[in-house]
């Protein structure tokens, strides 16, 4: 991800939702359904002083808070700080977005971090409680990278980790399978070659260790053929998510620096996917980051904006309605009025 001044130049907004906690900033939802409530995992954002760049350091987050609600509209319970960047050995900076799941009384926090050598990984940390507090391993996933872990368990059990993220998220800088510290600070920047996929893998029983190879997400147009580095538009950026839907698998995402939420579909969770389309317009803010959840025979997308601070680094996040046609296709979401 990228920081920018977009939301100056956006003008005055009328949004459509209101801020879920305006205490904290929060961005990066991850909304799961855990003992019949929603358990939010969102990023925590703070102004850590640090200027806006293109690598994204002003976002210096440094702990996670969970949000809870019983119902969706109803209160919403801030559990306090599930973990902090000081407990987590191997990290050094920036604590990004993360994702939870939950599997035989265990409750898992994926979290990407920049290590002491400032290479993104992925860890990962357990509690018997969905708000924590969370204990982190004392290493990263082995061969993990990058950042924006979203973890799908199919109906059968298994679960997937989604990961990846261009730009600031420095998925090109593995593009050969080993990290590259002078890579580029984009993308391949090879327009007319397939666009960098994000990475699925299956994981392990234990939820703490990748199973397999990881693989390349790939998502086709309407030619069969992968989309291209040049297609902003439509092309993977980050901030992805996995739900299935009468028995299809929406592998959904972010354009990145074109502000777009996209989705493919797919017969497998390990892909391919077909690109079907744009479901949510820009938001107010450079990011755009969601995720989908079903809560009582209703479907919700949690996404952030910048509407309490204007600023790209301080995001708060939201709820609404998402709906699927009878065609499988999702309706646009519409955030602002304009
Ligand atoms: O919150 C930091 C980064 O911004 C996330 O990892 C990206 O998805 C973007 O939302």
Not at 6 to 18: I, T, V
Not at 227 to 245: A, I, P, Q, T, V
Not at 247 to 268: P, Q, R, V, W
Not at 290 to 306: M, P, R
Request: charged share 25%; net charge positive; glycine share 10%.
């Amino acid at each position: 991800m990228l920081p920018a001044t977009r939301s100056a130049a956006q003008g005055k907004k009328k949004f459509l939702n209101e801020p879920l906690i305006k205490s904290i900033y929060t961005a990066d939802p991850s909304a799961h359904v855990f003992n019949g409530k929603i358990y939010i995992y969102p990023s925590h954002d703070i102004d850590a002083g640090i200027p806006e760049n293109d690598n994204g350091d002003h976002f210096a987050m440094r702990d996670y808070h969970i949000l809870s609600m019983d119902r969706i509209g109803g209160p919403v319970t801030d559990h306090g700080v599930a973990l902090d960047i000081k407990n987590i050995p191997w990290a050094g900076r920036q604590l990004w977005a993360p994702d939870a799941a939950y599997k035989n009384g265990t409750y898992y926090l994926y979290f990407p971090v920049k290590d002491k050598q400032d290479v993104f990984h992925i860890g990962v940390a357990t509690s018997k409680n969905p708000a924590g507090p969370f204990k982190a391993e004392p290493k990263p996933i082995a061969g993990s990278f990058s950042i924006d872990p979203a973890v799908f368990t199919d109906t059968n059990g298994q679960s997937y980790m989604y990961f990846g993220g261009i730009w600031g998220g420095q998925l090109q800088r593995w593009a050969k399978g080993k990290y590259e510290a002078n890579g580029s600070k984009t993308d391949l920047q090879q327009d007319n070659s397939p666009a960098l996929s994000c990475k699925v893998v299956k994981l392990k029983a234990n939820m703490k260790e990748f199973d397999g190879k990881v693989r390349d997400v790939i998502i086709l147009d309407e030619h069969g053929k992968p989309l291209l580095g040049k297609d902003h538009n439509r092309r993977f950026f980050e901030g992805s998510w996995m739900h299935k839907y009468n028995g299809k698998y929406y592998f959904t995402y972010s354009t990145g620096d074109t502000h777009f939420l996209a989705y493919a579909i797919g017969d497998n969770p390990m892909g391919p996917f077909k690109y079907k389309g744009i479901f949510m317009k820009p938001v107010q803010g450079w990011t755009t980051h969601h995720s989908i959840v079903e809560f009582k025979g209703k479907w919700y997308i949690f996404y952030h904006d910048t509407e309490l601070s204007g600023k790209t680094h301080l995001r708060n996040v939201k709820v609404t309605e998402l709906h699927h046609n009878a065609d499988g296709s999702i309706q646009m979401i519409e955030t602002v009025k304009e």
